[in-house]
């Protein structure tokens, strides 16, 4: 895989987890191609999963 292409789909995912993060409702998520949104919706999953740790 491409260097350019990695990073795109990493900061898609850093862009996801800083959506969870501030609480964004997943329906935000802004990127159409299947593998950017995969990427960002598995970020937002992380931060949601990283929220209710830190909230119990």
Known sequence: MK????????????????????????????????DQRSHWLGGWRQAMEDRAVTAA
Do not use: F
Not at 10 to 15: C, P, Q, T, V, Y
């Open 3 to 34: 260097r350019q292409k990695r990073d795109r789909l990493d900061r898609a995912h850093s862009r996801g987890y800083q959506a969870g993060i501030s609480g964004r409702s997943k329906e935000m998520c802004p990127y159409q191609l299947i």
